[in-house]
Nanobody
Framework: QVQLVESGGGLVQAGDSLRLSCTASGRALSSDAVGWFRQAPGKERDFVASISWSRNTTLHADTVKGRFSVSRDNVKNTVYLQMNSLKPEDTAVYLC??????????????????WGQGTQVTVSS
């Protein structure tokens, strides 16, 4: 059984930084693309970033480009989301997801097979 666990969320002030982690058990992520999404109350799930299994290809949403960066450590079976210059509009539950057996990252959440439960990020102004 595949389990994804996100961590690193919290309450911060605008301009602060956080690093989220997504650690998998029950499956080695080394052959999977992994993505980060976020969902605020009453809103749709939005794409944030995604990374190929080889780390050579990354995608970032325009809203976070230049502020957020996705990376991974296949030895630790963990994917990270470094978030800098946080804004109140970044407040959401952040979820990681896996596209099993796929090299390419993707922006659409329907492309993903496994999901974590999410970690809350709250940015105060």
């Amino acid at each position: 059984q595949v389990q994804l666990v996100e961590s690193g969320g919290g309450l911060v002030q605008a301009g602060d930084s956080l690093r989220l982690s997504c650690t998998a058990s029950g499956r080695a992520l080394s052959s999977d693309a992994v993505g980060w999404f976020r969902q605020a109350p009453g809103k749709e799930r939005d794409f944030v970033a995604s990374i190929s299994w080889s780390r050579n290809t990354t995608l970032h949403a325009d809203t976070v480009k230049g502020r957020f960066s996705v990376s991974r450590d296949n030895v630790k079976n963990t994917v990270y989301l470094q978030m800098n210059s946080l804004k109140p509009e970044d407040t959401a539950v952040y979820l990681c997801a896996v596209r099993k057996g796929t090299y390419y990252p993707a922006r659409d959440f329907q492309s993903y097979d496994y999901w974590g439960q999410g970690t809350q990020v709250t940015v105060s102004s």
